[in-house]
């Protein structure tokens, strides 16, 4: 690991943990297809004209059909279904349930990303934060068959970004990040646009959803996408997923302080595990000798 790493890691969990706030006030006055549709044109947008900015927008004709199949698996899938998860869980819980993302590559990675090896100690490292996400997570006896289709929706969101970040590691050794980005998003908002539109709300939403929309779609999409990338690149997708392990405690902090939504022992409990599971999965914490790898 070089010195950007930890900085990359933490931008990239404070923005993404705050998207677990933005949707939730969000959701508020939009369904959650048209609020995605939304964070994905505008971010769309903003991204092609960075590309413009840098002479790059040619970089769209010749990048391949994959590139926009990406958005699929990135975007258009786990976006709907954590922002429709919200509607039953509290942003906490659905941070939490969406940093089982490593554990997912880790399963993934040796069968489909070549140079991608799981050994014992990265594995303990990965079932130890997965252990921390289900103290978290714990039991939700007053959640109801609501509570759980939440959870099982976000749960899907999940495993839906292990295979994006598996595909995209893939994909970001022939074609540059931005334009990686922007080529998903130009898919995700293709796929995505029956049903956005026809979920379009009826009358005008407050200012706060409104603002909460924009904030989800130049913070926690546009800029974030570019950090990811450039994580991506760097570190692989068995490193680079981590940053799931560390959205929850931000989105945790920030539900708590803006919605009042309530933290207790446990998830302080579990948080330290998570942030231990990060510490030995990420390899810096090694044992002496040769760690076997996981065959």
Excluded: C
Excluded at 151 to 160: F, G, K, Y
Excluded at 193 to 217: C, D, M, R, S
């Amino acid at each position: 690991m070089t010195r950007a790493y930890v900085p990359l890691l933490l931008a990239l969990a404070g923005l993404w943990g705050a998207s677990y706030l933005f949707i939730k006030v969000g959701i508020r006055a939009f369904e959650p297809a048209s609020m995605m549709l939304i964070r994905i044109v505008v971010a769309a947008a903003m991204l092609a004209g960075f590309l413009a900015l840098r002479g790059d927008l040619g970089a769209l004709r010749r990048a391949p059909l994959g590139a926009y199949a990406l958005g699929i698996f990135n975007a258009a899938v786990p976006f709907t279904l954590i922002a429709w998860g919200e509607k039953h869980v509290d942003t906490g819980t659905a941070a939490v349930v969406n940093s089982g993302v490593p554990l997912f590559v880790a399963m993934l990675a040796p069968r489909f990303a070549a140079g991608e090896r799981v050994t014992w100690l990265r594995l303990a490292g990965l079932l130890l934060g997965f252990g921390g996400v289900a103290w978290i997570v714990g039991f939700h006896p007053g959640g109801g068959w609501w509570f759980l289709a939440g959870t099982a929706a976000i749960l899907v969101a999940t495993l839906s970004y292990a295979v994006g970040s598996l595909y995209g590691q893939r994909l970001v050794a022939r074609v540059s990040g931005p334009v990686l980005a922007t080529t998903a998003y130009l898919g995700a908002a293709v796929v995505l646009a029956p049903l956005g539109i026809a979920q379009a709300p009826h009358e005008l939403p407050g200012w706060k959803p409104v603002a909460a929309v924009l904030a989800l779609t130049l913070l926690g999409t546009a800029l974030a996408q570019l950090l990811w990338f450039r994580l991506l690149a760097r570190y692989g997708s068995s490193r680079s997923t981590l940053v799931s392990y560390l959205i929850p405690a931000f989105a945790l902090v920030y539900g708590t302080v803006f919605l009042h939504e309530h933290l207790g022992i446990a998830k302080l409990g579990g948080f330290a595990l998570i942030l231990l599971g990060v510490v030995v999965a990420s390899g810096a914490v090694r044992l002496p000798g040769r760690v076997a790898e996981v065959r």
